[in-house]
């Protein structure tokens, strides 16, 4: 993936006319209806990392200070539904959701009639495209100053070649100078109005591209293109849905960690509960968030006598932190059994355990939250490992429970969204802790995990604003890890579960 960077400011046109726009409108374009894709909603509203798509693209230009205004054009008979996530959400610069129109010419003319007259800067996007950057948006504004026109492209990896009817090739063009076209794309509004103005006296006129519009029809304008990114993706086809999700993922595990007042800042008065908190990740994890300033209640089978998938000792658990802190905001579930063994050769109670405790007590845990959660707006926190993608010999009943708790984040996630209670998953890689130690023996130190990068990479997930995620949590090549050999009594029960494989 190419990472986002800041161009290098280009020699401006000569003799630039001086510009000096009211204000900046973003103009969402969210008409499309999701044929491609099969569904019987319009693509923009298909939920990825826990919300709508057009959330997540409005929440990029809410938070973006060159952003004024924004308005949204929806598809016909949906503007309901953005209206409901426009409030939801809580975005002060949506000033319109207005109906698009039939053909893309139409929404344009109904977009610029929106924004009105007088001088404005306007820059259109795809609502389908979720991952565009605050970098992209502000530069987009920035080249408005010096230019009339801008849009934004990334190289062509791929060697594009020209076709005839019979699809035979004509030419192939020197890839080098070749761009594909991303948005927003960004414009002046006298520019815009103007190409849309001439263009009405064309009666083959049909526009895709409104840069396009300014290059036929004001064909002496220079339109400026600023470097789009790979990660700006359009949702268009099944697969787009699995590649922004997993976009959405890598972007939580690769984000900048706090400093140590950022995190105390976020955790200075929060309350979270851990359950298998005595050992390994949850004990790792109890002991940061602790020095973040976080009042955190433990709880093991070990220590407390807590069965996690016991329902009054979960219950118990809960009040007793409620009591004393009169909140719960993260409730996170560390505690899970590793049994190794063929399954017909595995007895009944050695099934039940692990079942209940891995399977069974998220669960309970889950339904025993939710009450306290929907106060804070929290979050539940549970742990997957990546046997969940494909089941191992051996480790039937483990693999089956992972992949039991992956399909139990995305539903709950999808459920309490209505009361704005976030669900996540982390899903570290082979992790050195005393139940693995206890299953393996000990193993490379080269190989392994620190638990306690795992532990300070939960709590960036749980400070973060995802939901209904998966992440990865992986070790940066050439980083040093200590292997953590077994505790004394240590309880495998309580301990987080790693992935199985070499």
Request: some cysteine; charged content about 25%; overall charge negative.
């Amino acid at each position: 993936m190419t990472q986002d960077h800041t161009t290098a400011p280009d020699a401006a046109p000569a003799n630039p006319a001086p510009w000096r726009p009211t204000r900046t409108v973003a103009v969402i374009l969210a008409g499309g209806t999701g044929t491609r894709l099969g569904l019987g909603i319009p693509k923009q509203l298909l939920k990825i990392a826990g919300k709508p798509i057009i959330e997540h693209t409005l929440a990029v230009f809410e938070a973006a200070p060159e952003i004024d205004e924004i308005i949204v054009l929806m598809a016909t008979g949906h503007v309901p539904d953005a209206e409901r996530i426009v409030a939801g959400a809580g975005f002060r610069k949506v000033t319109k959701v207005i109906e698009g129109g039939e053909t893309r010419n139409d929404t344009t003319r109904i977009a610029l009639d929106a924004v009105g007259d007088g001088d404005v800067n306007i820059l259109f996007h795809d609502a389908v495209r979720p991952l565009v950057s605050a970098r992209i948006v502000r530069e987009c504004v920035n080249a408005l100053w010096s230019y009339s026109a801008v849009d934004v492209a990334i190289p062509s990896a791929d060697t594009i070649v020209q076709v005839d009817a019979d699809d035979c090739i004509t030419d192939i063009p020197v890839r080098s100078r070749l761009r594909r076209g991303q948005t927003p794309q960004a414009f002046r509004s006298g520019t815009i109005r103007e190409a849309y103005r001439r263009a009405e006296g064309d009666s083959d006129f049909a526009a895709t591209d409104d840069c396009g519009v300014v290059l036929r029809y004001l064909p002496g304008t220079p339109i400026k293109v600023i470097d789009g990114s790979d990660e700006n993706i359009k949702v268009t086809h099944p697969v787009d849905v699995h590649l922004a999700d997993k976009l959405f993922q890598l972007a939580a595990a690769q984000a900048p960690r706090l400093t140590h007042r950022g995190y105390a800042e976020e955790l200075t008065g929060r309350t979270i509960v851990v359950f298998g908190g005595s050992y390994g990740i949850g004990h790792d994890l109890t002991e940061l968030a602790r020095r973040y300033g976080a009042q955190v209640f433990p709880f093991s089978r070990s220590t407390t006598g807590t069965h996690v998938e016991r329902a009054e000792d979960v219950a118990a658990a809960l009040k007793t932190a409620f009591e004393a802190t009169g909140r719960i905001d993260h409730v996170v579930v560390t505690a899970g059994i590793l049994e190794k063994g063929a399954l017909a050769e595995m007895d009944d109670e050695t099934m039940d355990r692990l079942l209940h405790v891995n399977f069974v007590g998220p669960v309970t845990i889950a339904r025993q939250s939710l009450p306290y959660l929907q106060q804070t707006k929290g979050q539940l926190l549970l742990y997957t490992s990546s046997s969940y993608t494909r089941g191992r010999a051996r480790y039937a009943l483990y693999s089956a429970t992972k992949a039991a708790l992956v399909n139990l984040t995305q539903a709950l996630a999808d459920e309490w969204a209505e009361f704005g209670v976030r669900v996540n998953c982390v899903n570290p890689e082979r992790t050195a802790t005393p139940m693995r130690t206890k299953a393996f023996g000990e193993e490379p130190e080269h190989t392994l995990l620190a638990s306690e990068a795992v532990a300070q990479a939960s709590l960036d997930v749980l400070i973060s604003e995802l939901t209904g995620q998966v992440v990865d949590v992986r070790r940066a090549p050439g980083e040093p890890v200590a292997a953590v050999p077994a505790q004394p009594g240590a309880d495998a029960s309580e301990q987080l579960p790693a992935d199985v494989n070499a």
